[in-house]
């Protein structure tokens, strides 16, 4: 039996949350389960139909506490009063290599805060989010993880029928810039302050006790979210919905709906295709991030003053174009830090975006510009005057070549989630066949292998897959 605590999220007065049993499916079967994680949490002799019937709900561990979590947020720049857990439960904590983390039920039933919804996840969006989690983890970004996928035989209504599903979601937090939100919007500071305590004890790892403990605590949630957001611009991740209940405090990617990866270079790209200002188009969300922490900002103001927060905030643009900036030049195969960076990538950048180049094939390619000097295919996409000057900017490494080209391999992936294979996988999983979705675990785990049995999967997307629209139904 694995050990699951407690979690000491239930110390906290009951405002915060309301404990909840859930609704396990009649017919549960497991559509797939990680063992890359089960290790991870110490897992990896309990058997996987016993993991099935703790989290249906069947076996039930009685010293612990399931509960929902309230939030709110800002939802599309809107304040939305009452959010909080509508389909989620926050089952327990468990000691891992990596310390504590969550264990979270998505689509376990109806909550309080379920409004007009069903308390339930489709099979698709479990899917996406499973996937995801992995394909960013092997990526090296911050991200919550999944541990299995419960399928079912229930039917839901979303935009037409499908089969219901339940995430079992392993996170660091599942605190929200919408958690301190709903609390300050409820002129409730005292649970502010009492949510900002919780973090600082919990967190340490991100936080702590210093003379200036919320400040400081918010300067910490600053510079982790503009790493995650540097992070997700280089590898060409676009969220979705950047709302701030879909904002982890800890800088952990999570909450994935109708998210991308951005495929022919366009900064204008809009995943969401219920995001009809292209709020969250990929190249708005460093200045979304920033939003969401002056969101949050003015959620903390009973704690931290304006003069204050407006410091904080100051430190935001600068953490997240070096962050950027870095991850550019390795990307590019540059060790050492010269004024002419910027120009080379923003001259790449341009030249994917008018040419319409795959942006992961793209920089994957770069290493033939480099290892051959010459590289027909490429220099016919690439103008060959900005090879000239990347070739240039090579020549200042002091780097052997071939250290260069190994550490480009390294950060720029040969694969990435792209929506048709999630949707292929989702496909045949809808009719019991997880083979693609075994297939894709292999590839998006191993992004930066050459893998040349699963060659097809570097391609471009397939012409059908234009017409794939993702809703933020879920
Ligand atoms: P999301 O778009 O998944 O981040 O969800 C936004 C809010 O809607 C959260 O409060 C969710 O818990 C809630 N929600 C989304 N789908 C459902 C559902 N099917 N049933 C109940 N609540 C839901
Ligand atoms: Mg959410």
């Not at 050990?3 to 497991?30: A, C, M, R, V």
């Not at 089969?163 to 919408?178: E, P, Q």
Request: aromatic residues 10%; contains cysteine; glycine residues 6%.
């Amino acid at each position: 039996m694995p050990s699951f605590l407690t979690h000491n999220f239930s110390e906290l007065p009951e405002e915060f949350y309301t404990f909840q049993d859930w609704q396990g499916f009649d017919n549960p079967k497991i559509i797939i389960e990680n063992h890359a994680m089960k290790k991870m949490l110490g897992m990896e002799d309990t058997d996987h139909q016993e993991l099935l019937k703790i989290f249906n709900g069947v076996k039930k561990i009685d010293s612990l506490k399931p509960l929902s979590m309230v939030y709110s947020g800002h939802q599309f720049g809107q304040y939305v009063e009452q959010l909080g857990d509508g389909r989620g439960l926050l089952f327990a904590q468990i000691n891992s290599n990596e310390g504590l983390l969550d264990i979270h039920l998505k689509g376990a039933g109806k909550t309080p805060y379920s409004r007009f919804g069903d308390g339930r996840a489709v099979l698709r969006s479990t899917i996406r989010e499973y996937l995801c989690g992995e394909a960013m983890h092997a990526l090296s970004i911050p991200t919550s993880r999944a541990l299995m996928i419960i399928g079912s035989d229930e039917m839901v209504v979303r935009e037409k029928s499908e089969s219901a599903a339940m995430l079992v979601r392993t996170a660091k937090t599942h605190i929200r810039f919408g958690s301190f939100e709903y609390f300050h919007y409820n002129n409730k500071p005292e649970h502010v302050k009492a949510l900002a305590d919780f973090c600082i004890n919990s967190y340490p790892q991100y936080f702590s006790r210093t003379t200036n403990a919320y400040e400081d605590f918010f300067r910490v949630i600053v510079k982790e979210t503009a790493n995650m957001i540097a992070h997700w611009q280089a590898c060409g991740f676009n969220h979705g919905v950047m709302n701030t209940d879909n904002m982890s405090i800890l800088g952990e990617t999570f909450d994935y709906g109708p998210y991308g990866f951005m495929e022919d270079y366009n900064p204008n790209h809009v995943c969401n295709h219920s995001d009809h200002q292209g709020r969250y188009a990929f190249k708005n969300q460093p200045y979304i991030g920033l939003w969401n922490c002056s969101a949050l900002g003015h959620a903390l103001s009973s704690l931290i003053s304006e003069e204050s927060q407006g410091k904080i905030l100051q430190t935001y643009e600068a953490i997240f174009q070096d962050t950027l900036a870095e991850l550019y030049r390795k990307k590019l195969g540059l060790e050492l830090a010269k004024p002419e960076d910027a120009t080379l990538i923003q001259g790449l950048l341009d030249i994917m975006e008018s040419e319409k180049l795959d942006y992961t094939n793209t920089f994957r390619n770069l290493t033939q510009a480099l290892a051959e000097e010459h590289s027909p295919e490429l220099h016919s996409e690439i103008s060959k005057s900005w090879v000239v000057s990347f070739l240039e900017r090579h020549s200042k490494e002091t780097l052997s070549k071939d250290k260069r080209l190994k550490l480009m391999n390294q950060v720029n992936p040969k694969f990435i989630l792209r929506n048709y294979m999630a949707q292929e996988a989702i496909e045949a999983a809808e009719v019991n066949d997880f083979s693609m979705l075994e297939t894709l675990m292999i590839v998006i785990t191993q992004p930066f292998e050459e893998l040349i049995e699963h060659e097809k999967f570097a391609n471009k997307s397939p012409i059908w897959a234009k017409d794939i629209e993702i809703s933020c139904s879920s």
